[in-house]
């Protein structure tokens, strides 16, 4: 998986022919430059038969890059991936044949009309869990092979449609099999360069922090649904594409192709190839569509092997050909990072402190009950600019609770909350985020193929705006990566991870991990930190250094509000203590008062202590 | 100690995760009728100690016994048939089973004492039995831990592993949890406790081992530990 | 015909559906994976039942133990091949690997017996009873009985007996289970075995009536999950008042409707149910704590 290569451009214009040689000696792309140069020796001296597979297999190359999107990089397992294929394949079959529009025509809209079926059904299924999910889509599947098989004047039922007329563009007919083969991966290239350049920025790399666990991209401002919906509805369009083309080549098209079985072979395309490449994805594609044509005549045995064998690389090559050689590739050729330079600029603070004094977080009246147990009852907080303050509490006396409501995981029942100005008391966590609120968990969440220097810099993914239309703007350049890797780096510096940017996270200490989801927490400037259990496993030395660089962002203008136990951690740290008991404050105020308070001491130690 | 008196005995264990060493080289034991602590900051391989102990982890060298018996090609089942109790880190108790599930859920298929069993478990954290028929998730983490610690002893076992049970908790809870331990031991079942609190944990175990990036740097009896310059350093750094 | 035998129809089509979800809903509370091979299994018990019965000549009700008994061998390696080695992976492999079984059985059972649909022996002959307003056949009286039997049996199972608690223990914590000493492993191939065994008596229960074909599971398949999830995911009375719901639906909506509309109906309800009531009619979320 290409998120393990940690190649950091240099500065400075390189040589014109440093780029590709360095391209070339990335993950598997040496083989694969060199699969390409075999494929065009192929198809130069192909027969008709040949070509309208090669044709075939093209298509759905881009039906299986489609499906990436939605299936591998947002994680939900669509099933309706072979609709879309379908919607774009009658679409073009339906106008070509019957109204004779030509392709300038059918093209756009059977991108267009499986892509606004997938936005329209989007908000309602992608709220969805899992399975539900997965039966969505399915329904929908079915419904939309029911509607085809039905519409018989329309669709011809059952028969399915033919004749439908080669690719035409304002009445230029690309007519021959050659022209056609040529014009498919024409598109199959652009639709795979379109996809890289989503998936390999900022953006995409935020796909993998969101599949890992929601709440937490959601805490740092990624707009977890508009990405689910984005990836759906552009793994519809690519489906839509891929079955518009389909139908120039093949000038037929049945309900086969709308409903199971085809949901199927796609399934198999992408497992077979690569669950995370693209370039698996046409491998797969290529391969399955040759091997299905090789083994026709074989029927139902045919099947039963095909299954046999999916099922076999289900179990023992989980990551796909392609993932596997470059697993394979890795391990005998460690990539080495690129020296990251100094960044030229340190990027400056926004400068959204009015004064000195100003109330950041005012937390007013909120309560909060799960099932039957009251959580949290008329709590309430102030926190100003640049404070410290430490939230304590015995276990079970709701600290977390108030702590999720405030970021705004949860929401409560009665209360306000108000920050900077803004109130946030039914406000998503995305958003509480981009305005300025970042924070931590007790369970550290960071993807763990990904390095240190590119998992910090996730956290401005959800706040510099990172999202599809940027990634369309960067053109390849990768322009919001880079500018997130500079702060990265200061982030990494201010929490001492700046000697092992290049790391994979899932090999370092505890305590350094922590400090990467500080530093992630940080990148963006926040205006409040929210630090839930930081020193929780950390050694003695471990939790005095970090208490020290809290104190040194804190300096900076960032209030910060520390959810702790460890109240010998707190103490060089803290200026104000609250403190919760079965939900409700019972003390607040300077340290020493809050630590001699008989109701905290009750609470903490039992009585007579 | 005689060997009868061995309860777990631990050889020369390596355990690694991909090129990761994380045990190296650590042998110990547990007497019966102790409380032993294992010390160590978080990634010093405690857990991954007992993960290997209860064998959800396999070692790549090096011995684990209970009472004399070689656990080495024996399944985390089979060794908890055996005698082995383990609340693990995070206390995992099943979220959809009542509190009474949960520790019924443990005793072994067959056996009599079913009623004895929990009522002992209740007694020993009363707080369980005001909350009986609650379902698993819907309970603080103090009583979890509690209800880990009550299901890893209706196997009636020979060694409890306790991972981190005070962790998340508040130092009142944290020292009944403690007090727990040691009215366990008394029943006569010894104890492993893996802790990162020196202090607590030096207060209600006998001996105690100190653990350092995988390897045992220090051991002894409690009451030397608590004194010694060399727990200071080795575990609170200086 | 009157509105009360077609919702008679409608119960005795209910309960079969319900069988067929039974085994459905047990593996997915035991193990949590979505069997998509399911109604390829009640195939295979309504294949089951032809074979036995041509072979000995007894009425089908007598035969069912013994197809319990095939089809439970049948589970269990469905298990080692499409569930033991993914375990560890996300359940969207599961999902796959299920559907990939599927498909494989679905194309041997062509190549073994032959494409063509077929009908099974009854459970008992007899003819038409008259109950009241309704009229009802001994066939149709015995699947509500066998239904009926088998769905107090696997409440009963899971909620009232230490098997059960074990089952449910493996579910949420498998690693866990196996701590304390649950043999995991064997449970889940006997959930597997027990969820086939289910499937195949619903498959000869219905071989009479409704056929058997090498594609006629895949509805099913459907059915069955449509079913789990208008009930409520994991709650077995849920599953099976899903089952009934759909059923009285297909053959209420069918007496005023095309079949095909009231399928398209039913996938459009379905819809409906999942956007207002994800979590089910009956269905309860466990929430978890942050």
């Given at each position: 998986?290409?998120?393990?290569?940690?190649?950091?451009?240099?500065?400075?214009?390189?040589?014109?022919?440093?780029?590709p040689?360095?391209?070339?000696?990335?993950?598997?792309?040496?083989?694969?430059?060199?699969?390409?140069?075999?494929?065009?020796?192929?198809?130069?001296?192909?027969?008709?038969?040949e070509?309208?597979?090669?044709?075939?297999a093209?298509?759905?190359?881009?039906?299986?890059?489609?499906?990436?999107?939605?299936?591998?990089?947002?994680?939900?397992?669509?099933?309706?991936?072979?609709?879309?294929?379908?919607?774009?394949?009658?679409?073009?079959?339906?106008?070509?044949?019957?109204?004779?529009?030509?392709?300038?025509?059918?093209?756009?809209?059977?991108?267009?009309?499986?892509?606004?079926?997938?936005?329209?059904?989007?908000?309602?299924?992608?709220?969805?869990?899992?399975?539900?999910?997965?039966?969505?889509?399915?329904?929908?599947?079915?419904?939309?092979?029911?509607?085809?098989?039905?519409?018989?004047?329309?669709?011809?039922?059952?028969?399915?449609?033919?004749?439908?007329?080669?690719?035409?563009?304002f009445?230029?007919?690309?007519?021959?099999?050659?022209?056609?083969?040529?014009?498919?991966?024409?598109?199959?290239?652009?639709?795979?360069?379109?996809?890289?350049?989503?998936?390999?920025?900022?953006?995409?790399?935020?796909?993998?922090?969101?599949?890992?666990?929601?709440?937490?991209?959601?805490?740092?401002?990624?707009?977890?649904?508009?990405?689910?919906?984005?990836?759906?509805?552009?793994?519809?369009?690519?489906?839509?594409?891929?079955?518009?083309?389909?139908?120039?080549?093949?000038?037929?098209?049945?309900?086969?192709?709308?409903?199971?079985?085809?949901?199927?072979?796609?399934?198999?395309?992408?497992?077979?190839?690569?669950?995370?490449?693209?370039?698996?994805?046409?491998?797969?594609?290529?391969?399955?569509?040759?091997?299905?044509?090789?083994?026709?005549?074989?029927?139902?045995?045919a099947?039963?092997?095909?299954?046999?064998?999916?099922?076999?690389?289900?179990?023992?090559?989980?990551?796909?050909?392609?993932?596997?050689?470059?697993?394979?590739?890795?391990?005998?050729?460690?990539?080495?990072?690129?020296?990251?330079?100094?960044?030229?600029?340190?990027?400056?603070l926004?400068?959204?402190?009015?004064?000195?004094?100003?109330?950041?977080?005012e937390?007013?009246?909120?309560?909060?009950?799960?099932?039957?147990?009251?959580?949290?009852?008329d709590?309430?907080?102030?926190?100003?600019?640049?404070?410290?303050?430490?939230?304590?509490?015995p276990?079970?006396?709701?600290?977390?609770t108030?702590?999720?409501?405030?970021?705004?995981?949860?929401?409560?029942?009665?209360?306000?909350?108000?920050?900077?100005?803004?109130?946030?008391?039914?406000?998503?966590?995305?958003?509480?985020?981009?305005?300025?609120?970042?924070?931590?968990?007790?369970?550290?969440?960071?993807?763990?193929?990904?390095?240190?220097?590119?998992?910090?810099?996730?956290?401005w993914?959800?706040?510099?705006?990172?999202?599809?239309?940027?990634?369309?703007?960067?053109?390849?350049?990768?322009?919001?990566?880079?500018?997130?890797r500079?702060?990265?780096?200061?982030?990494?510096?201010?929490?001492?991870?700046?000697?092992?940017l290049?790391?994979?996270?899932?090999?370092?200490?505890?305590?350094?991990?922590?400090?990467?989801?500080?530093?992630?927490?940080?990148?963006?400037?926040?205006?409040?930190?929210?630090?839930?259990?930081?020193?929780?496993?950390?050694?003695?030395?471990?939790?005095?250094?970090?208490?020290?660089?809290?104190?040194?962002?804190?300096?900076?203008?960032?209030?910060?509000?520390?959810?702790?136990?460890?109240?010998?951690?707190?103490?060089?740290?803290?200026?104000?203590?609250?403190?919760?008991?079965q939900?409700?404050?019972?003390?607040?105020?300077?340290?020493?008062?809050?630590?001699?308070?008989?109701?905290?001491?009750?609470?903490?130690?039992?009585?007579?202590? | 100690?005689?060997?009868?008196?061995?309860?777990?005995?631990?050889?020369?264990?390596?355990?690694?995760?991909?090129?990761?060493?994380?045990?190296?080289?650590?042998?110990?034991?547990?007497?019966?009728?102790?409380?032993?602590?294992?010390i160590?900051?978080?990634?010093?391989?405690?857990?991954?100690?007992?993960?290997?102990?209860?064998?959800?982890?396999?070692?790549?060298?090096?011995?684990?016994?209970?009472?004399?018996?070689?656990?080495?090609?024996?399944?985390?089942?089979?060794?908890?048939?055996?005698?082995?109790?383990?609340?693990?880190?995070?206390?995992?108790?099943?979220?959809?089973?009542?509190?009474?599930?949960?520790?019924?859920?443990?005793?072994?298929?067959?056996?009599?004492?079913?009623?004895?069993?929990?009522?002992?478990?209740?007694?020993l954290?009363?707080?369980?039995?005001?909350?009986?028929?609650?379902?698993?998730?819907?309970?603080?983490?103090?009583?979890?831990?509690?209800?880990?610690?009550?299901?890893?002893?209706?196997?009636?076992?020979?060694?409890?592993?306790?991972d981190?049970?005070?962790?998340?908790?508040?130092?009142?809870?944290?020292?009944?949890?403690?007090?727990?331990?040691?009215?366990?031991?008394?029943?006569?079942?010894?104890?492993?406790?893996?802790?990162?609190?020196?202090?607590?944990?030096?207060?209600?175990?006998?001996?105690?081992y100190?653990?350092?990036?995988?390897?045992?740097?220090?051991?002894?009896?409690?009451?030397?530990?608590?004194?010694?310059?060399?727990?200071?350093?080795?575990?609170?750094?200086? | 015909?009157?509105?009360?035998?077609?919702?008679?129809?409608?119960?005795?089509?209910?309960?079969?559906?319900?069988?067929?979800?039974?085994?459905?809903v047990?593996?997915?509370?035991?193990?949590?994976?979505?069997?998509?091979?399911?109604?390829?299994?009640?195939?295979?018990?309504?294949?089951?039942?032809?074979?036995?019965?041509?072979?000995?000549?007894?009425?089908?009700?007598?035969?069912?133990?013994?197809?319990?008994?095939?089809?439970?061998?049948?589970?269990?390696?469905?298990?080692?091949?499409?569930?033991?080695?993914?375990?560890?992976?996300?359940?969207?492999?599961?999902?796959?690997?299920?559907?990939?079984?599927?498909?494989?059985?679905?194309?041997?059972?062509v190549?073994?017996?032959?494409?063509?649909?077929?009908?099974?022996?009854?459970?008992?002959?007899?003819?038409?009873?008259?109950?009241?307003?309704?009229?009802?056949?001994?066939?149709a009286?015995?699947?509500?009985?066998?239904?009926?039997?088998?769905?107090?049996?696997?409440?009963?199972l899971?909620f009232?007996?230490?098997?059960?608690?074990?089952?449910?223990?493996?579910?949420?914590?498998?690693?866990?289970?196996?701590?304390?000493?649950?043999?995991?492993?064997?449970?889940?191939?006997?959930?597997?075995?027990?969820?086939?065994?289910?499937?195949?008596?619903?498959?000869?229960?219905l071989?009479?009536?409704?056929?058997?074909?090498?594609?006629?599971?895949?509805?099913?398949?459907?059915?069955?999950?449509?079913?789990?999830?208008?009930?409520?995911?994991?709650?077995?009375?849920?599953?099976?008042?899903?089952?009934?719901?759909?059923?009285?639906?297909?053959?209420?909506?069918s007496?005023?409707?095309?079949?095909?509309?009231?399928?398209?109906?039913?996938?459009?309800?379905?819809?409906?149910?999942?956007?207002?009531?994800?979590?089910?009619?009956?269905?309860?979320?466990?929430?978890?704590?942050?």
């Amino acid at each position: 998986m290409s998120v393990s290569s940690a190649g950091y451009e240099q500065r400075g214009a390189p040589t014109l022919l440093a780029q590709p040689l360095r391209w070339l000696g990335h993950g598997v792309n040496l083989p694969l430059a060199l699969g390409a140069l075999a494929f065009a020796v192929y198809a130069g001296r192909a027969g008709a038969y040949e070509l309208r597979l090669l044709s075939v297999a093209g298509a759905y190359a881009i039906l299986v890059i489609g499906y990436q999107f939605i299936f591998s990089y947002a994680g939900a397992a669509s099933l309706a991936q072979s609709c879309f294929f379908g919607l774009g394949a009658y679409m073009t079959g339906v106008l070509g044949a019957t109204y004779g529009f030509g392709s300038e025509i059918t093209l756009p809209l059977s991108i267009l009309a499986p892509g606004l079926l997938a936005a329209a059904v989007a908000g309602a299924v992608l709220r969805l869990e899992d399975h539900y999910f997965s039966l969505a889509t399915l329904a929908i599947t079915l419904l939309v092979t029911l509607v085809v098989t039905q519409w018989l004047s329309v669709t011809g039922g059952t028969n399915g449609l033919s004749g439908i007329p080669s690719f035409s563009l304002f009445g230029q007919t690309v007519a021959s099999r050659y022209d056609t083969m040529l014009l498919v991966w024409g598109f199959v290239v652009a639709a795979a360069l379109l996809a890289l350049l989503i998936l390999r920025g900022l953006y995409g790399r935020a796909f993998h922090l969101m599949r890992q666990s929601r709440p937490v991209a959601s805490a740092l401002g990624l707009d977890t649904a508009r990405m689910r919906f984005s990836a759906f509805v552009l793994s519809g369009c690519y489906g839509g594409l891929a079955g518009a083309l389909t139908a120039h080549v093949t000038h037929v098209i049945s309900p086969e192709q709308v409903g199971l079985p085809l949901m199927i072979t796609c399934l198999t395309m992408t497992v077979i190839g690569g669950r995370m490449s693209i370039a698996g994805g046409i491998l797969g594609a290529l391969l399955i569509t040759h091997l299905q044509e090789q083994f026709r005549f074989l029927e139902y045995y045919a099947f039963i092997a095909y299954g046999v064998a999916t099922l076999t690389f289900l179990v023992l090559v989980p990551n796909g050909i392609v993932g596997s050689l470059e697993a394979i590739r890795n391990r005998l050729l460690p990539t080495t990072a690129d020296p990251i330079a100094e960044p030229t600029v340190a990027p400056a603070l926004d400068s959204h402190f009015a004064d000195q004094g100003e109330t950041l977080l005012e937390v007013d009246g909120v309560s909060k009950a799960f099932g039957g147990i009251q959580a949290l009852s008329d709590v309430g907080l102030a926190l100003r600019r640049g404070e410290i303050v430490g939230l304590i509490g015995p276990n079970g006396s709701g600290k977390t609770t108030l702590i999720n409501i405030i970021s705004g995981l949860y929401d409560s029942d009665a209360g306000r909350l108000t920050f900077a100005g803004h109130d946030i008391s039914r406000l998503a966590a995305f958003r509480i985020a981009r305005l300025g609120m970042m924070r931590t968990f007790q369970h550290i969440h960071l993807v763990d193929e990904m390095s240190v220097l590119d998992n910090i810099a996730l956290g401005w993914a959800g706040v510099g705006g990172a999202g599809l239309r940027q990634a369309f703007r960067a053109f390849g350049r990768n322009d919001s990566l880079k500018q997130a890797r500079d702060y990265a780096l200061t982030a990494a510096r201010a929490l001492g991870v700046d000697h092992c940017l290049a790391d994979p996270c899932g090999a370092l200490p505890y305590g350094t991990r922590r400090r990467v989801e500080v530093a992630r927490a940080l990148i963006a400037a926040p205006k409040l930190l929210l630090l839930d259990e930081p020193a929780a496993g950390l050694n003695e030395e471990e939790q005095r250094d970090l208490a020290q660089r809290i104190k040194a962002i804190a300096a900076t203008g960032t209030a910060v509000l520390v959810v702790e136990h460890n109240l010998v951690f707190l103490a060089a740290l803290a200026e104000r203590l609250v403190c919760l008991d079965q939900g409700r404050v019972i003390a607040a105020g300077l340290p020493t008062e809050v630590r001699a308070d008989l109701k905290v001491i009750e609470a903490y130690l039992g009585t007579a202590a | 100690m005689t060997e009868a008196q061995t309860v777990l005995s631990i050889e020369g264990l390596h355990v690694a995760y991909g090129s990761v060493q994380a045990i190296e080289n650590v042998s110990l034991v547990v007497n019966r009728g102790e409380a032993v602590a294992l010390i160590g900051a978080n990634g010093a391989g405690k857990s991954t100690l007992f993960k290997a102990a209860i064998g959800l982890v396999r070692p790549r060298s090096g011995h684990i016994a209970l009472d004399g018996r070689a656990l080495d090609r024996i399944s985390a089942r089979g060794r908890a048939l055996l005698g082995m109790g383990y609340s693990p880190e995070g206390r995992r108790i099943f979220p959809g089973l009542s509190v009474r599930e949960n520790l019924e859920v443990a005793v072994r298929r067959g056996a009599r004492d079913r009623a004895e069993r929990l009522a002992m478990a209740f007694d020993l954290f009363p707080a369980l039995g005001a909350r009986e028929a609650s379902l698993g998730w819907q309970l603080s983490g103090g009583q979890q831990q509690m209800l880990a610690i009550g299901r890893a002893l209706m196997g009636r076992p020979r060694l409890l592993l306790l991972d981190e049970p005070s962790m998340g908790l508040s130092p009142k809870l944290a020292d009944e949890v403690m007090q727990a331990v040691r009215r366990i031991v008394g029943d006569g079942t010894a104890v492993l406790l893996a802790e990162q609190n020196v202090v607590r944990s030096l207060g209600c175990c006998d001996r105690a081992y100190v653990l350092e990036i995988g390897r045992i740097v220090l051991s002894g009896a409690a009451d030397a530990l608590r004194e010694s310059e060399a727990v200071r350093k080795a575990y609170l750094g200086g | 015909m009157s509105i009360l035998q077609l919702v008679a129809n409608g119960l005795v089509l209910g309960a079969v559906y319900a069988l067929v979800t039974l085994g459905f809903v047990l593996v997915v509370n035991a193990t949590g994976a979505v069997n998509f091979a399911h109604g390829d299994l009640v195939m295979a018990g309504g294949y089951a039942a032809i074979l036995f019965g041509s072979w000995i000549k007894l009425p089908l009700l007598l035969l069912l133990p013994l197809v319990a008994l095939a089809m439970f061998v049948l589970g269990v390696l469905v298990c080692c091949v499409a569930y033991f080695p993914l375990m560890k992976r996300p359940p969207s492999t599961v999902f796959i690997s299920t559907l990939l079984t599927g498909i494989i059985l679905q194309n041997t059972y062509v190549v073994a017996i032959g494409p063509e649909v077929k009908a099974g022996p009854p459970l008992l002959q007899g003819s038409n009873l008259p109950l009241g307003p309704v009229v009802l056949s001994p066939q149709a009286i015995a699947t509500v009985m066998v239904a009926a039997l088998l769905i107090g049996g696997q409440y009963l199972l899971f909620f009232r007996t230490p098997l059960g608690r074990q089952l449910r223990a493996v579910a949420q914590d498998r690693e866990m289970a196996m701590a304390i000493g649950i043999p995991a492993f064997r449970l889940i191939a006997i959930t597997f075995g027990l969820g086939a065994a289910l499937a195949g008596v619903a498959g000869a229960v219905l071989s009479n009536q409704f056929f058997v074909s090498p594609t006629g599971g895949v509805s099913l398949s459907i059915y069955g999950y449509i079913a789990v999830v208008i009930g409520g995911w994991g709650s077995i009375f849920g599953a099976v008042a899903g089952a009934v719901i759909i059923a009285l639906f297909q053959v209420v909506a069918s007496a005023f409707v095309p079949y095909t509309v009231a399928t398209g109906g039913l996938y459009v309800a379905l819809l409906v149910i999942l956007f207002f009531r994800p979590q089910g009619l009956f269905g309860e979320r466990i929430q978890r704590r942050v």
